[in-house]
Structures are given as structure tokens and as C-alpha cells.
């Protein structure tokens, strides 16, 4: 583990802030409420609520929050990219009376896709992550009211013993996909100012068209804020690749959230190599209305969506 600073240096304090402004706090929390009392606290025993087991926060519990974390990140994107019925969708200001792409199971497509064909170094992921920490720290953020509930005056102490264990996560096998989250959470918090809502990521607590714009920004080849995030990186060759990398992920999952929506994933049996029921896209685009399932992925096209014959 790297040695650790005193709990209110200047690396301290960022750290504090990526941590809240992630939402990877409130998906702790979410998680695990009793993180709050394991042992080591001691200093708030008698605040400690009924019923809810003291615990240990370990690298697995962290690592289950990330994923939460992600999870909730990418239903959030998915609803941007198809809205539909569901409660991502509905919040974000945008929704319809159908299901969308989190039906389609997106989200699954989407993580496979970022960690197949998106490999970041860890190194240029821990140098990024510890620029985002130092432009966080100049403008400090409160802990969200959604986990303020929760940890009460435990706040600062849950947050050192997180920081402590997110660590320990970074410097093993860090997933690209939550690598990813954070960093669009991180982005989203900065851009709206905010994190509080329903859901422990803060991109998915943006409206809809406060992601368009989230994602104008960071697609920019002039953008403030891809500037802002990476200026602090030490490697130069890192800083300098920094912006045309976030560039192209936040592209990558954009596109890759709207394909995964209308393709055949979430209903294709890979062992039969066959669809097993109809897919959700040709549902929502009416795509040949009447052809039965088994015809889909046969050798031969079934035909030209609307009968069209050219373009």
C-alpha cells in the first residue's frame, strides 16, 4: 500500500472529493449501511443504529460497490441513448410508455465492449484519477444528501477508511469498466455541479439534456473540462494523450449504448447459436413485423428494413 498522508493534506482532500464526487461514497453506502460502525471507528459507538451488524470495509465490499456504482452509471447512459419505461429513464426527464435499452440489457453489452476493446493502463488510469483529486480539491463538495442520511457524523471517517481501501484497489486489478464510471461520473459531477438524486450515480441523476450537453463537452477537441481533469497528470506523454482518450471513450460508449440497444444480445443463445425470442430493437423499430424469431441470424438476409431497396 502507498504511504499514507496526513488526513488533511492537500492529496488527502482530493482524494476525499473523488470519492463524493464518483458517487462511489453513496454507493457504499448503499451497498453496506453498517460500513459506517465496522471496527477501528470506535469514536461514535453509541450512535450506532439497531440491527445493523458491525463490518470490516474490505477490497471485495469495495469492490461490490463499484460495481453498483457501474451498474448504475450505464442503465444511466443506456436511458440517454434509448429512453423507455423505466425509472432512469423517467427521472432523467425523457422516457416513453415502452420498454427502451435497459430492457435490452444494454448495459451488459456495453461493459463487455469497454473492457474487450478500451484497455487503459492502470498507471494512466491512477495518474488521471490523481489530477481529477487535485482540480476536485479546489472547489470542495459536501457529502450528498443521499449518504449524509446514512453516515451521519461518521462522514470523515468512513470517507478515510474508504479512501484507504480504494488504495489498496487501485494498485491490483482495477475493471475498465468502472474506471469508466468514475471517470463520467467525476465528469458529470464537475460539469452539473451537483450530485444528489435518487440514484448513487451522478450521471444518471442528470437530466437528459444535461447529459447531451456532459457529452458535448467531453466529445470537444476545446473542451474546459477535459482540459480541467487531466492538466495535473506528471507523465507528459500521459497528459498529452489524456484528452484524445477521454474523447474517445465517452464516443465508444455513446455509439456502443445505442447499437446494444437494437441488436440481438440479450435474446441469442450462444450455444445454439440461435434468438430465442424476438428482439427488443425490431420491436421498437418495427423491423420485419412478421418474421419469426429462428429466421434471425440464418445465413441468408430476411430482407431490407421497410422494404427499402436503396439509400
Known amino acids: 500500500m502507498s504511504e499514507k498522508?496526513?488526513?488533511?493534506?492537500?492529496?488527502?482532500?482530493?482524494?476525499?472529493?473523488?470519492?463524493?464526487?464518483?458517487g462511489l461514497l453513496?454507493?457504499?453506502?448503499?451497498?453496506?449501511?453498517?460500513?459506517?460502525?465496522?471496527r477501528g471507528w470506535g469514536r461514535d459507538r453509541d450512535n450506532v443504529q439497531e440491527n445493523v451488524e458491525p463490518v470490516d470495509w474490505t477490497v471485495e465490499q469495495l469492490r461490490t460497490a463499484l460495481d453498483k456504482l457501474r451498474d448504475d452509471t450505464f442503465?444511466?447512459?443506456?436511458?440517454?441513448?434509448?429512453?423507455?419505461?423505466?425509472?432512469?429513464?423517467?427521472?432523467?426527464?425523457?422516457?416513453?410508455?415502452?420498454?427502451?435499452?435497459?430492457?435490452?440489457?444494454?448495459?451488459?453489452?456495453?461493459?463487455?465492449?469497454?473492457?474487450?476493446?478500451?484497455?487503459?493502463?492502470?498507471?494512466?488510469?491512477?495518474?488521471?484519477?490523481?489530477?481529477?483529486?487535485?482540480?476536485?480539491?479546489?472547489?470542495?463538495?459536501?457529502?450528498?444528501?443521499?449518504?449524509?442520511?446514512d453516515v451521519g457524523e461518521n462522514g470523515e471517517w468512513i470517507l478515510e477508511n474508504l479512501d484507504s481501501t480504494f488504495t489498496d484497489y487501485l494498485e491490483g486489478e482495477a475493471s475498465n469498466t468502472v474506471l469508466a464510471a468514475l471517470l463520467l461520473n467525476l465528469a458529470a459531477t464537475r460539469a452539473a455541479g451537483s450530485v444528489d438524486g435518487p440514484f448513487p450515480?451522478?450521471?444518471?441523476?442528470?437530466?437528459?439534456?444535461?447529459?447531451?450537453?456532459?457529452?458535448?463537452?467531453?466529445?470537444?477537441?476545446h473542451s474546459w473540462l477535459k482540459r480541467a481533469l487531466v492538466w495535473n497528470i506528471p507523465d507528459r506523454d500521459f497528459r498529452e494523450a489524456a484528452p484524445g482518450v477521454i474523447g474517445s471513450l465517452v464516443s465508444f460508449i455513446l455509439r456502443i449504448g445505442g447499437f446494444a440497444s437494437y441488436n440481438e444480445f440479450a435474446v441469442f443463445d450462444p450455444a445454439?447459436?440461435?434468438?430465442?425470442?424476438?428482439?427488443?430493437?425490431?420491436?421498437?423499430?418495427?423491423?420485419?413485423?412478421?418474421?419469426?424469431?429462428?429466421?434471425?441470424?440464418?445465413?441468408?438476409?430476411?430482407?431490407?428494413?421497410?422494404?427499402?431497396?436503396?439509400?
Open 75 to 149: 442503465f444511466g447512459l443506456t436511458a440517454f441513448a434509448v429512453p423507455g419505461n423505466d425509472p432512469y429513464s423517467e427521472y432523467q426527464g425523457r422516457s416513453t410508455p415502452a420498454p427502451g435499452g435497459i430492457a435490452t440489457r444494454a448495459d451488459l453489452y456495453l461493459a463487455g465492449g469497454v473492457n474487450l476493446l478500451l484497455p487503459l493502463p492502470a498507471a494512466f488510469m491512477q495518474q488521471l484519477l490523481a489530477s481529477i483529486a487535485t482540480y476536485l480539491s479546489l472547489s470542495p463538495m459536501d457529502i450528498p444528501e443521499m449518504a449524509s442520511g
Open 272 to 311: 445454439t447459436r440461435e434468438v430465442v425470442q424476438r428482439p427488443l430493437g425490431w420491436v421498437l423499430s418495427q423491423y420485419a413485423p412478421d418474421a419469426p424469431p429462428s429466421s434471425i441470424g440464418s445465413d441468408d438476409f430476411i430482407g431490407y428494413y421497410q422494404g427499402r431497396r436503396s439509400v
Open 5 to 22: 498522508q496526513p488526513s488533511n493534506s492537500p492529496v488527502n482532500t482530493g482524494r476525499r472529493q473523488l470519492l463524493i464526487g464518483s
Open 201 to 221: 450515480s451522478p450521471f444518471a441523476n442528470l437530466s437528459w439534456e444535461q447529459k447531451a450537453q456532459l457529452f458535448e463537452e467531453l466529445e470537444s477537441p
Open 26 to 38: 453513496g454507493a457504499a453506502v448503499a451497498v453496506n449501511p453498517g460500513m459506517a460502525f465496522g
